[in-house]
């Protein structure tokens, strides 16, 4: 029930009873009077002069009291109108503030994604920068490969010089080498005359300090690599992996030597990690 129904049903009640209380006010007090009635014929012909001089205040106030039970419907009225108006206005703002709220939420949601989007690009972004790094790294490692593929092949010659005896020939004159000439001679690409060891094998200690210099070198190479998780690949005595080695030529199998382990290994293979840089070239036992 609305404060509006509730007005106008505590204004009809009280209507109600000012009409009770008027009615009491005109009927007669008392038995004697209903009894005078018949026989006093001048007093009842004067009596609607009296019950309306006794109702005229009565009047007057029931006049009022309509002028008032109108003004308050006027009131009532107006009340509920700016009520209706008021309910309207919240209504309203409420709607605005709803809206708002879900524009707010709805803003909150794509500042979300957008920062999630921007994270995963950031992501995308490092491991493209790590992996054009790491790309950039075995490049330049596997660039280094040949060299210490040439350093490998220098201590295999100096120290297959080292294991030829020279041939004495008395009168034979002491030679002169070049650094160009030595390095030559080191990675076998010019025969080595044929000389006398003179002044107790002094040529001999000039070749094993070279590929002492040279075995230094290789060292650090591999030490450099080595902190890159580069690793040489295993071969001799191995068995034969077509992931990790290239048969380049095969040879018979003798007594304790099963087919397929690898003999011989013509060039070093190496590794990062599981990724194999360069397989190592073999010889097979078949």
Known sequence: MTMV?????????FIAGWFMRARRALAPSNAEEMIEEPVEAEETIEEPTIEAERAAPFAAELHELHETAAALREGVAALDKQLGRVGREQFKANTLEEAQQRQAQAALEQLRDLSARREADLAVLRDQLRADHSAERLTVIQQLLPALD??????????????????????????????????EFVLGRRELPQLVVQQNGA?????????????????????????????????????FDPHRHIAVETAPA???????????EYRQGYQVGDRILRASEVVVAK
Do not use: C
Not at 157 to 181: D, H, I, M, N, Y
């Open 203 to 239: 040529w001999r200690e000039s070749v094993t300090a070279w590929l002492q210099g040279i075995e230094l070198v290789r060292a650090r190479l591999l030490q450099a690599l080595s902190a890159e998780n580069v690793q040489p690949i295993n071969a001799l005595g191995e068995m």
């Open 5 to 13: 129904t509730r007005i106008l049903f505590g204004l009809g009640g």
């Open 254 to 264: 003798t007594d304790g030597i099963a087919p397929g382990t690898i003999v011989e």
């Open 150 to 183: 040439g350093l490998d092949e220098a201590l295999v010659a100096g120290q297959r010089l080292l294991a030829v005896k020279p041939a004495l020939e008395p009168a034979a004159p002491s030679a002169q080498f070049t650094l160009r000439q030595r390095i």
